[in-house]
């Protein structure tokens, strides 16, 4: 990320921090709603269609896994698993572990096939990243200054299930670091609506829409969650003539 987009996305976080229905979301404001994080498995379909919705891809599947656990000194911390398949293979796994309630990022590992993980250390506002270089190859070492307490953004769909939504119009402004990215940035979020999702036949079920504008681009996502459960069910996001859909499947 260029200084450039730096600048873009501090200018962006004061423009909005000074408008006073703007909730600011950091792992240091403990204002996510931490007793509705639920452990378990959610199950996803990820694909692309083009702007009319046909089809262009095969689904990916995302298995995304939740859960507190105890480490060796007795402190309750927050643990994300994620595994990405395609073809069914395993594309992509990541290994998180966040402090509780906060879920400020401890550590964070990447995993590939036949290729060496990735290994992220999170203390205060700077980041230790081990990794093996995309230029020389070799294993690679080296700290990046973030300066902002942001979640991983890995994490996103799990931190917007635990928003405090209450209204439509309501807005938050969200830092999130990219792991192995060389910053943090702030994203506008905007609660855009209020409506019954049809699942299958007849079976609706009311849900928030959230809208994330990407720093620095005309991009956006927006996400449906649960009201009752907030349970994220589905994302849509455009750009350059193409839909990215995620689906949960159970």
């Not at 294993?139 to 405090?164: C, K, Q, R, W, Y």
């Not at 807005?171 to 979020?189: D, H, L, Q, R």
């Not at 956006?220 to 589905?234: C, G, M, P, Q, V």
Request: charged share 25%; hydrophobic share 40%; with cysteine.
């Amino acid at each position: 990320m260029n200084k450039s987009l730096s600048t873009t996305g501090l200018l962006l976080f004061i423009s909005l921090v000074v408008t006073a229905q703007t909730d600011t979301i950091t792992t240091a404001s403990k204002k996510l709603l931490s007793n509705s994080i639920a452990s378990g498995r959610k199950s996803y379909a990820v694909f692309f269609t083009d702007s009319v919705d046909n089809r262009l891809t095969t689904a990916d599947i995302w298995d995304r896994d939740v859960k507190l656990v105890t480490n060796a000194s007795g402190i309750k911390q927050y643990d994300f698993r994620w595994h990405w398949y395609r073809n069914d293979s395993l594309l992509m796994e990541a290994d998180a572990i966040c402090d509780f309630p906060t879920l400020k990022p401890l550590s964070y590992k990447i995993l590939r096939p036949k290729r060496k993980p990735t290994e992220i250390t999170f203390e205060q506002n700077e980041v230790q990243i081990k990794t093996v270089s995309r230029r020389t190859k070799r294993d690679t070492a080296f700290t990046v200054n973030h300066g902002i307490p942001a979640f991983a953004f890995p994490m996103d769909m799990e931190i917007f299930s635990l928003l405090p939504i209450k209204k439509s119009g309501q807005k938050f402004i969200i830092p999130f670091y990219e792991p192995g990215s060389p910053t943090a940035n702030w994203y506008p979020v905007t609660v855009t609506g209020y409506e019954d999702l049809q699942l299958t036949g007849h079976l609706m079920v009311k849900c928030w829409i959230i809208r994330i504008d990407y720093t620095g681009s005309a991009a956006s996502a927006t996400f449906w969650i649960t009201e009752k459960d907030r349970d994220l069910l589905k994302m849509k996001s455009c750009f350059k003539g193409k839909c990215r859909y995620k689906v949960k499947l159970y």
